[in-house]
């Protein structure tokens, strides 16, 4: 069984540029989450993607896109880049069928934004 | 909103003694996750809570959830250095939609 990958595993960009980040979820599931970890924070959720529509949105602006492909593999796109977009960004899958919704966490990818 | 408040946010204890983490939620919810990360890694899932009274174990750890009064306890025994880490409480209002992560409890034991 595959576990979770996100890539790249690291990202520096400058402010005002675009970015994509892309996430495996881990094998059978079709769910995927995306989270903003700042340092020191605790995980926010972005938003979810279940069979590649977006089902739930956290509140981050319309900058932040996302997609889901017919594998359930995703991607976040984050438009315009501020500094404060400087995070951990963690994908998760799951399966959503049943109890009990477990997320299995990817290893993130790290973004700098300067 | 949903908010989820852990506490203490910052524990430092010594090696062979025992505390506990305190995770306060504030809307109904019966799935409790959670979850502990080292520096620079991601999430690491420890424990699923689904229902109210659930009791978990493993090793040195021991979590249980209060639906009634929305609390879950992380019980630390006889902690190790191992141990030491960030412990991340996390809630889901919404069957799967999201998870609602409190602020994390840094965790150091020290020989």
């Known amino acids: 069984e595959t576990g979770v990958t996100q890539s790249p595993t690291h990202l520096i960009k400058t402010r005002g540029q675009q970015v994509t980040l892309r996430c495996s979820s881990q094998?059978?599931?079709?769910?995927v989450s995306w989270y903003q970890q700042a340092l020191g924070q605790g995980p926010q959720f972005i938003f979810q993607?279940?069979?590649?529509?977006?089902?739930g949105r956290g509140n981050f602006p319309p900058r932040f896109s996302g997609l889901q492909f017919p594998n359930y593999s995703s991607e976040l796109n984050v438009n315009a880049l501020e500094l404060d977009d400087s995070a951990l960004y963690l994908c998760a899958s799951s399966l959503r069928a049943g109890l009990p919704y477990e997320q299995y966490f990817g290893p993130g990818t790290r973004l700098t934004v300067t | 909103e949903l908010k989820v408040e852990q506490n203490p946010l910052f524990l430092s204890m010594q090696e062979g003694k025992n505390y506990t983490i305190y995770c306060n939620y504030s809307?109904?919810?019966?799935?409790l996750y959670w979850y502990r990360q080292d520096p620079g890694k991601s999430l690491e899932s420890l424990f699923v809570?689904?229902?109210?009274?659930a009791v978990k174990q493993e090793g040195r750890l021991m979590a249980s959830l209060d639906t009634k009064a929305r609390l879950s306890t992380l019980h630390i025994t006889a902690a190790v250095h191992d141990l030491s880490a960030t412990y991340f409480c996390?809630?889901?209002?919404?069957?799967?939609?999201?998870?609602?992560f409190g602020e994390g409890t840094q965790l150091t034991v020290n020989p």
């Open positions: 996390a809630v889901d209002e919404t069957s799967g939609s999201r998870l609602t």
């Open positions: 809570l689904l229902s109210n009274g």
């Open positions: 094998s059978g599931h079709n769910t």
């Open positions: 809307t109904t919810s019966d799935r």
């Open positions: 993607y279940y069979r590649e529509e977006e089902n």
